[in-house]
């Protein structure tokens, strides 16, 4: 299968939606199944990972309702609130879904130390018993920490998102190289090749601006552990759908068809365990 492995859904609400202000004015607008399923169509993109936008359960319940209504959502990244000590119960209460696959918190804007603290060490170490993933949203400054995070849980499924926002438009690239190649040793540590647009300068990118961060990750991580994911609707910020994976196909283009095949949908299907 072609999958998108990162993507989102919401019903625009300005008070909910605080994050979404007048700079990102594109977003403010509602981003559903049937608007995203011309681009999947267009790109013979046969199904979606929905990942959480808000720090709510009530979404989490909200896109797995929306994963039974539409075939092509194969698996929903929720969110679970790890300060509640009834946390377990929350984790048996969605994994009676079949399409819930894991977990995500917008770690980005946390305080440094957030992920080390005893209430979210004990969240993710509940996860493996419910094989569930774990997403990672961090910026490129957050990855030693969570390099700690990972030594902690080397059997738990992680998945580093938006190969962990390195400053494109400014060209930083040699700390947050040299970080993301010690994050790539531990086998359970996968990324995703998403959300790259919004760190290029949004209005004057070109496609050469990507191309020495796509060169790190794949000689670190290699194709087995790449997954592609558009990070529509927030991709158009700075791109449409087509550019979101045009750019990704043609860096490999000259791969193997069987790596190619892998990191356009085969590695979701395995790290995320989806069903066709």
Same mark, same amino acid.
């Given at each position: ?56 359960? =009530? &979404? +989490?319940?909200? $896109? ?7 075939? !092509? #959502?194969?698996?929903? @990244?929720?969110?679970? %609130? ?61 990855? =030693? &920490? +969570?390099?700690? $995070? ?7 499924? !992680? #998945?580093?998102?938006? @190969?962990?926002?390195? %400053? ?76 979101? #994976? ?31």
């Amino acid at each position: 299968m072609r999958i998108d492995a990162h993507q989102h859904f919401w019903e625009y609400n300005p008070i909910r939606d605080i994050w979404i202000d007048d700079t990102l004015a594109v977003l403010q607008n509602n981003f559903l199944p049937e608007n995203l399923i011309p681009h999947l169509k267009e790109n013979n993109i046969d199904g979606c990972i929905s990942v959480q936008a808000d720090q709510s359960e =009530k &979404e +989490t319940a909200y $896109l797995l309702q929306l994963a039974q209504k539409h075939h !092509f #959502i194969k698996g929903v @990244i929720g969110w679970i %609130n790890f300060q509640n000590t009834d946390v377990e119960k929350s984790l048996i209460h969605f994994k009676k879904y079949k399409k819930f696959k894991g977990v995500r918190h917008i770690l980005q804007e946390q305080v440094t130390g957030y992920m080390l603290q005893n209430s979210f060490l004990n969240g993710i170490s509940l996860l493996q018993q419910f094989n569930l993933t774990y997403d990672i949203l961090i910026y490129h400054f957050q990855l =030693k &920490e +969570t390099i700690q $995070l990972i030594k902690k849980f080397p059997e738990q499924p !992680f #998945i580093i998102n938006h @190969i962990a926002k390195p %400053n494109i438009k400014d060209k930083f690239i040699d700390i947050w190289k040299a970080d993301i190649s010690e994050l790539a040793k531990y086998d359970n540590v996968n990324c995703k090749i998403s959300g790259m647009y919004t760190e290029a300068d949004r209005k004057n990118w070109k496609k050469e601006d990507f191309t020495p961060y796509f060169d790190v990750i794949f000689d670190v991580f290699k194709p087995d552990r790449l997954l592609f994911g558009s990070d529509w609707p927030v991709c158009l910020l700075a791109s449409n759908y087509n550019q979101a #994976i045009n750019i990704v196909e043609d860096y490999i283009k000259f791969l193997p068809y069987q790596e190619q095949a892998a990191i356009m949908g085969n590695n979701a299907v395995k790290i995320y365990n989806l069903s066709k």
